[in-house]
């Protein structure tokens, strides 16, 4: 039997669980790349002053929708890929931790191990992140064989998934013609100073989803913090030159998820879209929803295991 283990982010389910996450992201060395004890304290400080404030975002959303929809997504992989294989799902930031999973699958006697990242798009903060937690475990025990997949936002199956729900989308509402806004999350300009290839490999999938389709599209990104440089262009800042330019036919498109999370439920649904109707003025603003387990990318997701 081989395994196959899905990997996100991870979410919250309660106030304490929200503090251990924070904790645990600002101790990563790929989210802040300081030293040991720098990294400690300050994900000691976020975590204890943050964590009811941010606990609100989620009680607004109706709590975090990204272990569900993961959970579901590893259900559904596991029915169409067979008896062959045992997929397990695993969280870099909450639990069942990388760690957790892997001695699950040592437990079951499964040592080839497909890993796949649930990161359409390679960065060093999530990707790379994933791949240093496995080889922690792999580095001192030769039990696991592991093949680990990277970015897939060039994989046909992908853009089929987006063009897909774009369609559905234009069709549910009625919309003609209107512009593609693909929104990423943002990470702090160091990162691709020092090489990630995220944001290039953003503006590409874009690119490669709006030609399918045929339209006019913008690449911005959201979420970034107030400190420090972020690579853009910031969407909100974006939308306010579309305005100007007199584009008002707007779809905007999570292009760094392929689950539903904070990012998509809070950051683009209680601040960017008001702030593009009620704040800059656009008439006709939407945002296509992601699936809680789209049958098309769990059907890339075989292809991706199948294919080693």
């Not at 975590?47 to 929809?69: A, D, F, H, N």
């Not at 420090?228 to 707007?250: F, Q, R």
């Amino acid at each position: 039997m081989r395994g196959v283990m899905i990997v996100n982010m991870g979410g919250p389910e309660t106030p304490e669980e929200l503090r251990f996450f924070l904790s645990r992201m600002f101790k990563d060395p790929y989210i802040l790349p300081y030293g040991t004890i720098f990294r400690n304290v300050l994900s000691y400080v976020i975590s204890t002053s943050r964590y009811k404030k941010s606990w609100k975002k989620y009680e607004l959303i109706g709590g975090t929708p990204l272990v569900k929809s993961t959970r579901k997504t590893a259900d559904n992989l596991q029915l169409l890929l067979g008896k062959e294989y045992s997929v397990k799902y695993a969280f870099s930031y909450s639990m069942p931790d990388i760690p957790a999973c892997l001695e699950s699958f040592k437990k079951d006697g499964i040592t080839d191990i497909t890993v796949i990242p649930m990161y359409p798009q390679a960065s060093y903060t999530t990707t790379s992140s994933v791949l240093a937690d496995i080889k922690k475990v792999t580095d001192i025990d030769s039990f696991y064989s592991i093949t680990f997949k990277g970015e897939f936002y060039n994989h046909p199956g992908f853009i089929a998934f987006w063009v897909n729900l774009i369609r559905g989308h234009m069709k549910s509402h009625e919309l003609e013609n209107p512009t593609l806004v693909f929104s990423a999350h943002s990470i702090p300009q160091y990162h691709i100073t020092n090489g990630d290839t995220y944001a290039a490999s953003i503006v590409n999938c874009a690119a490669l989803i709006a030609t399918e389709l045929g339209l006019h599209y913008e690449a911005v990104f959201q979420s970034g913090m107030k400190r420090g440089t972020w690579i853009g262009p910031d969407a909100k800042e974006h939308l306010k030159i579309m305005h100007e330019e007199g584009i008002d036919n707007l779809i905007l498109i999570p292009i760094s998820f392929v689950h539903e999370n904070l990012e998509t439920r809070y950051d683009l649904d209680h601040d960017i879209v008001p702030y593009a109707l009620n704040t800059i003025g656009f008439t006709r603003v939407s945002r296509i929803n992601l699936p809680e387990s789209d049958p098309q990318l769990v059907q890339m997701l075989v292809s991706m295991v199948e294919r080693d």
